[in-house]
């Protein structure tokens, strides 16, 4: 009988210490998400706002090129 209850003391030793382990992976987990979360957010509006600035080049860029045309004459360098 006491050998029984020793078996059985151990395992739940081994068990409370296996739920402590666990919290604590659990803990930092929760942590790496909450940063990766937050990175990906501010990687979102990194693109975003990129985007925006091509988006405004992108637009100036024909306009540019309209005017260098119109006012180069034809078979001169604009450059």
């Not at 919290?23 to 942590?31: I, S």
Request: contains cysteine; hydrophobic residues 40%.
């Amino acid at each position: 009988m006491d050998a029984d209850l020793k078996r059985l003391e151990d395992k739940i030793s081994k068990l409370i210490s296996l739920c402590t382990s666990l919290r604590e992976e659990n803990v930092q987990l929760r942590d790496d998400l909450s940063q990766a979360q937050q990175n990906s957010k501010t990687l979102k509006s990194n693109m975003l706002l990129a985007s925006e600035k091509l988006e405004i080049l992108l637009e100036t860029i024909p306009a540019e090129t309209a005017s260098l045309t119109a006012a180069t004459p034809l078979g001169t360098d604009p450059l």
